[in-house]
């Protein structure tokens, strides 16, 4: 009998990675001559949000630009973010927090899971918590899934990632 060949589809970040972006942000907020003066706020709470806080929305559109720059050079993908609605903060100031996504939920495992089996490539899909393995006995198929998932990132909105190939 030959041997499974198996992936896990997962959604993760490295978190050491994002604690440098969110300092670096933080260091160029500090020393831009368009921001200095800001009052601006940049904080990563327990790897769960980060949370802008700043003088005007203007101002929170920059800081947002700068963070999506941090994190592309180290590797990390935007769609981690999660923006949630700008609200009033104290003192006039505006605050957005953004969620960051991290494990697959069980709506979009189900839909990858559907998608896998819709396009009958010669494998099995089975979600474990908030992760998908997918086994199959060439290996040939799992490249070819795998292919077919990062071209439908776009529709997932999810950053996704394959590991223990073997």
């Given at each position: 009998?030959?041997?499974?060949?198996?992936?896990?589809?997962?959604?993760?970040?490295?978190?050491?990675?994002?604690?440098?972006?969110?300092?670096?942000?933080?260091?160029?907020?500090?020393?831009?001559?368009?921001?200095?003066?800001?009052?601006?706020?940049?904080?990563?709470?327990?790897?769960?949000?980060?949370?802008?806080?700043?003088?005007?929305?203007?101002?929170?559109?920059?800081?947002?630009?700068?963070?999506?720059s941090k994190l592309v050079k180290r590797?990390?993908?935007?769609?981690?973010?999660?923006?949630?609605?700008?609200?009033?903060?104290?003192?006039?100031?505006?605050?957005?927090?953004?969620?960051?996504?991290?494990?697959?939920?069980?709506?979009?495992?189900?839909?990858?899971?559907?998608?896998?089996?819709?396009?009958?490539?010669?494998?099995?899909?089975?979600?474990?918590?908030?992760?998908?393995?997918?086994?199959?006995?060439?290996?040939?198929?799992?490249?070819?899934?795998?292919?077919?998932?990062?071209?439908?990132?776009?529709?997932?909105?999810?950053?996704?990632?394959?590991?223990?190939?073997?």
């Amino acid at each position: 009998m030959a041997k499974d060949c198996s992936f896990d589809v997962v959604s993760e970040f490295d978190k050491q990675e994002l604690v440098n972006a969110v300092d670096q942000v933080k260091r160029d907020v500090s020393s831009r001559f368009d921001l200095k003066d800001s009052n601006s706020e940049i904080e990563l709470e327990a790897d769960k949000a980060i949370t802008i806080t700043t003088s005007d929305e203007m101002k929170l559109k920059n800081i947002y630009d700068i963070l999506q720059s941090k994190l592309v050079k180290r590797n990390l993908n935007i769609r981690i973010l999660d923006p949630q609605p700008i609200e009033n903060a104290l003192g006039g100031r505006v605050r957005r927090v953004y969620n960051l996504k991290k494990g697959l939920t069980q709506e979009l495992a189900k839909k990858i899971v559907a998608d896998i089996k819709d396009s009958k490539i010669k494998v099995q899909a089975s979600i474990q918590g908030d992760q998908i393995r997918v086994s199959g006995k060439d290996k040939d198929n799992l490249q070819e899934v795998i292919r077919m998932l990062r071209g439908n990132e776009d529709k997932y909105d999810y950053p996704l990632q394959f590991t223990n190939y073997r």
